[in-house]
């Protein structure tokens, strides 16, 4: 029996999922979202994959025994490790990852340099290596494609108090080496978004990329596929929970979550 009125498990290393979640929202509003923030263990881009895959499996095993109908990884670098491992092992339930959306950025066919913003650990993984070769090769020689790995970044954006001028003084020393060079930037990681315009701003106004609307719409594809759309009249609802052991957190990802973009 199709599970319709099961939610949707929604995940990442902590509050840049939020970017996502919003974007499922907005396309899937008769859902319910349950959005897991694995801040007690933030930042997983200076983790090791065994480390990251042994996380990711704890909360995919948590929301399935909740009775999740389907899981959303909200983080490009737990997409990165753990993905592909998951789906083998969950080969029944709908598990959608998210990644650098370079494709968009290079089926454009307009940008001449290209620079992916990620953490170090996704743009170490094969994953990464071979979407950017594939996009090298349909692309000949017309298009530079940089990857600028930002450590420290999505941590940084976890502290929240975006305001501060702590952050745009590291966004401006992480950037630097391309300012004025870029004209599309991709933002792959789901904390970005949160300062996108001040990258965009700092880098000189290249046009942005990110993966989060893709994503969405490809969820509602596989839900739809599967005849697992939820055929409630109501909006759905959205539940927050994290492993952060400062209370105050929730807190901040409802914030967050109701920031505009
Ligand atoms: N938000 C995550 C991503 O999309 C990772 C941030 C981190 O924990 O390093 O990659």
């Known amino acids: 029996m199709s599970n319709r009125q099961g939610f949707i498990g929604v995940f990442d290393s902590g509050l840049g999922g939020i970017s996502v979640l919003k974007k499922l929202v907005s396309q899937l509003p008769h859902e319910d979202f349950f959005y897991f923030g694995d801040t007690g263990h933030n930042p997983y881009g200076a983790r090791s994959a065994d480390d990251i895959f042994d996380l990711s499996k704890a909360i995919v095993d948590n929301m399935v025994c909740k009775g999740a109908k389907a899981v959303v990884i909200a983080c490009n670098t737990a997409t990165a490790v753990a993905a592909h491992k998951l789906r083998t092992m969950y080969p029944q339930l709908p598990l959608i990852g998210i ?27 094969e994953k990464f290596h071979q979407l950017r070769d594939r996009m090298c090769a349909c692309n000949s020689a017309n298009v530079k494609i940089s990857a600028l790995a930002c450590d420290g970044l999505a941590h940084r954006i976890e502290q929240g108090n975006l305001d501060a001028p702590d952050l745009d003084n590291d966004l ?55 005849d697992l759309l939820n055929d409630q009249i109501e909006r759905g609802c959205v539940t927050f929970a994290t492993s952060a052991h400062d209370a105050h957190q929730l807190d901040l990802y409802e914030q967050f979550y109701h920031l505009p973009q």
């Open 172 to 226: 401006r020393t992480i950037l630097a080496p391309y300012i004025g060079s870029v004209d599309a930037v991709v933002l792959g990681c789901t904390h970005y978004p949160f300062v996108k315009d001040r990258i965009v701003s700092i880098l000189g106004n290249p046009v942005c990329f990110d993966g989060a609307a893709g994503v969405a719409h490809h969820v509602r594809d596989v839900l739809q596929d599967r």
């Open 99 to 125: 990644e650098p959306a370079l494709k968009q950025a290079c089926d454009a066919h307009i940008y001449k340099h290209i620079l992916v913003l990620a953490t170090p650990v996704t743009l170490r993984m």
